[in-house]
C-alpha cells in the first residue's frame, strides 16, 4: 500500500453561494471557513489548498446576537505613531457590511501564505446579486 498524498493539481474545486439574510455571523463564518479549507471533503490535508470557491450574498443583513452592533469594535492600525483607529459594527455594516464577514472568516483560517490564498476565494457582495453565474455556483445551505 501507498500513502495517498493530495495534490493541488488534482482537487477539483467547486463554485458555491450562501445567502447570509438573517444568518447569525459566528455560525456561518466557521462553516465558510470549513468550507474555504476544504475540511468537509475526505481528501483534505493541512498542507494543500482543497478548498471551494464561496460566493456571499447579502452580507448587510447578516445578524448579530446581544449588544454586538453598539459594543464589538474592530481594530487597525496606520502604521503611524498613535494611530490606533477602531469603527464599531453598527458602522461597518454602513460603510463596508463586506469587511464584518471577511474579519470574522479571516480569524478562523490559519494565519500563514495558505491562509491568504484561502481567502482570495471568499467573494462577498452586500446585495442579492453576484458577477459570477458564469462558473454556475450551487447554493449551499448552511
Known sequence: MKTFTLKESEVEKKWYVVDAQDKTL????????????????????????AGDFIVVINAEKVAMTGQKWEKKIYYHHS??????????ADKLRT????????????????????????LKKLKIYSGPDHPHQAQQP?????
Open 138 to 142: 450551487e447554493k449551499l445551505e448552511l
Open 26 to 49: 459566528g455560525r456561518l463564518a466557521t462553516q465558510i471557513a470549513v468550507h474555504l479549507r476544504g475540511k468537509h471533503k475526505p481528501i483534505f490535508a493541512y498542507h494543500a489548498d
Open 79 to 88: 502604521g503611524y505613531i498613535g494611530g490606533l483607529k477602531q469603527i464599531t
Open 95 to 118: 460603510k463596508r457590511p463586506e469587511d464584518i464577514i471577511r474579519f470574522a472568516v479571516r480569524g478562523m483560517l490559519p494565519k500563514n501564505i495558505l491562509g491568504r490564498r484561502q
